[in-house]
């Protein structure tokens, strides 16, 4: 009977082990995107998407809007890294007040958008 009992909490103990293991393995859509205008009219878009295989699992688009136009759009077939991906887009001069949007997703789950304003 003292074995019947432990069954239980062993049984969570293995399932926590596992889920720690895995980590970013399973699938998961991108946690952030992160926009940095610069003076030369360039945007980059840097996304925070941790996985451990960036040639499995990886943002595999990024499409960036101007004033809620699409602007550009690129498509990839790996993350820059482990960590997620950046990329930098040369948009031309755009005038203060300029709304600027990122939309990145996942090869295999999700999407995740992240926005700034044209100082």
Not at 18 to 38: C, M, S, T
Not at 49 to 66: A, L, M, N, R, S
Not at 93 to 112: D, F, H, Q, Y
Request: aromatic share 8%; hydrophobic share 45%; net charge neutral.
């Amino acid at each position: 009977m003292k074995v019947t009992k432990r069954l239980p909490a062993l049984a969570a103990l293995v399932f926590l082990f596992l889920a720690a293991i895995a980590g970013a393995a399973y699938p998961h859509p991108p946690k952030e995107v992160i926009l940095n205008w610069n003076p030369q009219g360039e945007l980059t878009v840097r996304v925070i998407h941790g996985v451990d295989d960036p040639g499995k699992h990886f943002i595999f688009k990024i499409t960036v809007y101007v004033d809620n136009k699409m602007a550009a759009t690129r498509e990839y077939k790996s993350q820059t890294d482990a960590d997620g991906l950046t990329d930098t887009f040369s948009l031309g001069a755009l005038p203060g007040g300029t709304n600027l949007k990122a939309e990145a997703s996942c090869i295999i789950m999700g999407t995740a958008t992240g926005s700034a304003i044209v100082p």
